[in-house]
């Protein structure tokens, strides 16, 4: 993954860092030009998860657009519970198969929120190989694809079989982008 990170690969999302920045800095426009006040932390946190939609999912979230918060995947639920699941790690396997039988809302809610992650990372991936599907093997439409990571491990073989990632292996990366 390093050639991920390389500066030419970096430059090359910069249209998808623009496209989000563009929505930005018209909404805060907006703002200005109806002497508004808007929560700054509220409007960048809505960019961040649209850029972060386009560079690992292929797509943006559209919570800028909507104003919607509650469009962003529930990062922050899955986070807790991978925390708190893993920082007992003898008993990682025994916590993920009672814990979700527990009687607390909280809780069941942080269960709801991996589900949905993993739910989403799927229809992603799901999404982005019809798209790739329908280009087919033309090497010249490949190449002229997304350059977000999504794609690239669709794309990606092994370097002595050839083979190409399952989908159920890309379901498990794009959920560990969360």
Same mark, same amino acid.
């Given at each position: 993954?390093?050639?991920?990170?390389?500066?030419?690969? !970096?430059?090359?999302?910069?249209?998808?860092?623009?496209?989000?920045?563009?929505?930005? !800095?018209?909404? !805060?426009?907006?703002?200005?030009?109806?002497?508004?006040?808007? *929560?700054?932390? %509220? $409007?960048?946190?809505?960019?961040?998860?649209?850029?972060? +939609?386009?560079?690992?999912?292929?797509?943006?979230? +559209?919570?800028?657009?909507? /104003? *919607?918060?509650?469009?962003?995947?529930? &990062?922050?639920?899955?986070?807790?519970?991978?925390?708190? =699941? +893993?920082?007992?790690?003898?008993?990682?396997?025994?916590?993920?198969?009672? #814990?979700?039988?527990?009687?607390?809302?909280?809780?069941?809610?942080?269960?709801?929120? %991996? $589900?949905?992650?993993?739910?989403?990372?799927?229809?992603?991936?799901?999404?982005?190989?019809? /798209? #790739?599907?329908? &280009? +087919? *093997? /033309?090497?010249?439409?490949?190449?002229?694809?997304?350059? /977000?990571?999504? =794609?690239?491990?669709?794309?990606?073989?092994?370097?002595? =079989?050839?083979?190409?990632?399952?989908?159920?292996?890309?379901?498990?990366?794009?959920?560990?982008?969360?």
């Amino acid at each position: 993954m390093s050639h991920s990170f390389s500066m030419n690969y !970096i430059k090359g999302l910069e249209k998808y860092l623009d496209l989000n920045m563009a929505i930005l !800095i018209r909404k !805060i426009s907006q703002y200005a030009a109806n002497d508004q006040a808007f *929560d700054l932390k %509220r $409007a960048l946190h809505l960019y961040v998860v649209d850029v972060l +939609g386009e560079l690992a999912f292929s797509q943006s979230f +559209g919570v800028q657009e909507a /104003d *919607d918060e509650e469009m962003a995947p529930p &990062v922050k639920e899955h986070s807790l519970l991978s925390a708190a =699941t +893993g920082a007992w790690p003898a008993m990682t396997f025994t916590l993920k198969r009672w #814990l979700p039988l527990a009687p607390y809302e909280p809780l069941r809610r942080l269960f709801a929120g %991996r $589900a949905a992650c993993a739910d989403l990372a799927a229809r992603c991936v799901e999404k982005r190989l019809q /798209d #790739l599907e329908k &280009v +087919g *093997d /033309d090497a010249e439409a490949v190449a002229a694809q997304r350059k /977000d990571i999504l =794609t690239n491990l669709i794309l990606a073989r092994h370097p002595d =079989t050839g083979e190409r990632l399952t989908q159920a292996d890309l379901e498990t990366e794009a959920f560990g982008f969360m």
